[in-house]
């Protein structure tokens, strides 16, 4: 079972995956808040984590420790980068691009085997094209 996180700024936002099903998820406002509620499925058996994050990079890293020291897993957290798997990130500072878009643009270019659009309905509504 795999752990994903979605740390924004206000919220921590989770699920549980086991294969491609979710079977368990909520929204936390704290890391403590975060350990109990995962914690409070006792049948999960989480062999690892993943996260994206916008927190702050002490904020981030103190919400990695807590996790590998409360549920024993290795944390992967989503990183910026020039390019990916065929995708070039178009910001001439690449790390500007938030990390949502980016994941959202690969997630998205890996599904549509190639070009598409991207977009985004959230806080700020967004569109990324992914040319082949």
């Known amino acids: 079972m795999i752990l994903e996180l979605d740390c924004g700024n206000s919220f ?11 079977v368990c998820g909520g929204v936390a406002d704290t890391n403590a808040a975060l ?11 989480l062999r690892c ?9 002490e904020e981030t ?5 807590t996790l590998e020291a409360s549920f024993g897993v290795e944390v992967l957290s989503a990183q910026p980068a020039r390019a990916v798997a065929g995708v070039k990130n178009g910001y001439k500072d ?5 990390l949502d878009r980016w994941l959202a643009l690969l997630g998205g270019f890996e599904l549509a085997k190639g070009a598409c659009l991207i977009l985004d309905f959230g806080t700020a ?8």
């Open 35 to 45: 350990v109990t509620a995962v914690s409070a499925h006792t049948a999960l058996r």
């Open 12 to 22: 921590i936002k989770w699920r549980v995956l086991s294969g491609d099903v979710s």
């Open 94 to 98: 690449f790390e500007r691009l938030g």
């Open 49 to 57: 984590c993943r996260l994206v994050s916008v927190r702050s990079d």
């Open 61 to 65: 890293a103190d919400l990695i420790a």
């Open 125 to 132: 509504v967004t569109s990324d094209f992914v040319a082949a």
